[in-house]
């Protein structure tokens, strides 16, 4: 059973009370992740608990990314894009082995990684993909 702060809007869930603090409690099937799956839902847990102090986190390109900014994820880069920030969550998710990315002064930088370190960078935005759209024609 994996244990995770109620807060979470993951997973629907099963409520659980323990000192004071609610938890959320479900099963997964390891039938049902296949790796890509698997490999994103350890991307965003890990930023999740790891960054979620530092950052404040925001859903961008309809639901497809998830984005903050003055943050970088460093290193990992796969490809780079020079157009406007408010593109690169978008080129990032269309993208097949793209899982994060980081703009900065003009540049989308696609980055591929498990657990990606997060620094601060001023000017810059970073973020990762949550869901990648059926068509990617215009982006």
């Known amino acids: 059973m994996i244990l995770f702060p109620l807060s979470l809007p993951l997973f629907s869930c099963q409520k659980f009370h323990f000192k004071m603090i609610s938890f959320c409690s479900f099963?997964?099937?390891p039938k049902?992740?296949?790796?890509?799956?698997?490999?994103?839902?350890?991307?965003?847990?890990s930023l999740v608990f790891e960054s979620s102090n530092a950052y404040d986190w925001a859903s961008g390109s309809n639901g497809q990314?998830?984005?903050s900014l003055g943050c970088d994820f460093y290193g990992n880069d796969i490809g780079n894009v020079v157009g406007p920030g408010?593109?690169?969550g978008s080129s990032c998710a269309c993208n097949p082995g793209c899982d994060h990315f980081t703009w900065h002064?003009?540049?989308c930088y696609m980055k591929e990684a498990v657990n990606p370190p997060v620094k601060d960078l001023n000017g810059a935005v970073c973020g990762w993909v949550t869901?990648?759209?059926v068509n990617c024609q215009g982006i």
């Open 105 to 107: 002064n003009g540049v």
């Open 32 to 45: 049902l992740i296949n790796i890509l799956t698997l490999k994103r839902l350890l991307l965003i847990l």
């Open 86 to 88: 408010e593109q690169c």
């Open 131 to 133: 869901n990648r759209p």
């Open 65 to 67: 990314v998830m984005w």
């Open 27 to 29: 099963l997964i099937s």
